[in-house]
Nanobody, 120 residues
Framework: VQLQAYGGGLVQAGGSLRLSCATSGITFSDADMAWYRQTPGNPRELVASITSTNFATYADTVKGRFTISRDAAKRALLLQMNDLKPEDTAVYSC???????????????WGEGTLVTVSS
């Protein structure tokens, strides 16, 4: 199983970035997925989640600015981030609660993160 986040970088406050998480080895169609972020010395924070039926939820801190979505054709999880603020600076990681190919039980999977830096 592989989950790999892409799209991080340096952006000025008020700018936008789009993160992607490419997946392989899981049954994407029935996976519940999410984006988390973490800064040094702090616990991981849930940013946004989306169910297999496309029901999305957001942290209050990003509501109205971030949009989570799924691209079934590319088996990818997306996060559109607009109006970025310096406090959004963090390593962003993707998460899936999913079945491995050929398995019936679900498990938790984490991907490598991508760094987002927002300058003021």
């Amino acid at each position: 199983v592989q989950l790999q986040a892409y799209g991080g970088g340096l952006v000025q406050a008020g700018g936008s970035l789009r993160l992607s998480c490419a997946t392989s080895g899981i049954t994407f169609s029935d996976a519940d997925m999410a984006w988390y972020r973490q800064t040094p010395g702090n616990p991981r924070e849930l940013v946004a989640s989306i169910t297999s039926t496309n029901f999305a939820t957001y942290a209050d801190t990003v509501k109205g600015r971030f949009t989570i979505s799924r691209d079934a054709a590319k088996r990818a999880l997306l996060l559109q981030m607009n109006d970025l603020k310096p406090e959004d600076t963090a390593v962003y990681s993707c998460y899936a609660r999913a079945r491995r190919w050929g398995r019936s039980s679900t498990a938790n999977f984490w991907g490598e993160g991508t760094l987002v830096t927002v300058s003021s």
